[in-house]
């Protein structure tokens, strides 16, 4: 098997995923998913009445909900521009890692429109990147999915990554 008995991913995102298309390939995916992994998505609603905050507060408020969302023996991985860029192959290599050393649940995040406040760069045991170009939010998800897919199609040798 290639991960210890109960582990599980969680994928936690800042806001809701509103648009149809978006969500239907998350959907794909997550499904896809669920046959090598215990996979959950959980999604932090937006923050309300935002308008007088600055982008310094909203990071913090939203790091506040991320660091709730986390238990003390997570392996958590940012979703960060600054992150490690990998291949899809590397990215697999990476999660097999963390999937062998020690059987933590892994929590990836994607953050709010600002990034992550200090408190969740703290907190973060490691952070990738999944390209240099920026992409929405919403759609970040079903991208980063793709690839989780990928990496356990990877690991298990399924032709479904070509290289």
């Given at each position: ?45 937006e923050l309300k009445n935002v308008s007088a905050l600055s982008q ?108």
């Amino acid at each position: 098997m290639l991960y210890l008995h109960g582990m599980r991913i969680t994928l936690l995102t800042v806001g809701r995923t509103d648009k149809g298309w978006i969500r239907d390939g998350l959907e794909i995916y997550m499904s896809r998913l669920s046959h090598y992994i215990p996979f959950s998505l959980v999604e932090i609603p937006e923050l309300k009445n935002v308008s007088a905050l600055s982008q310094a507060q909203i990071k913090e408020r939203e790091g506040d909900l991320i660091l709730k969302n986390v238990k003390a023996s997570d392996d958590l991985v940012l979703l960060d521009e600054r992150g490690v860029m990998r291949s899809s192959v590397e990215f697999a290599s990476f999660l097999q890692g963390k999937m062998t050393s020690g059987g933590k649940d892994i929590v990836f995040v994607i953050g709010g429109a600002y990034g992550f406040s200090e408190a969740v760069y703290s907190r973060a045991n490691s952070k990738i990147s999944l390209s240099k170009m920026t992409f929405s939010h919403q759609m970040v998800r079903t991208i980063f999915a793709e690839q989780l897919y990928r990496a356990f199609t990877i690991m298990k040798g399924e032709p479904y990554h070509h290289e």
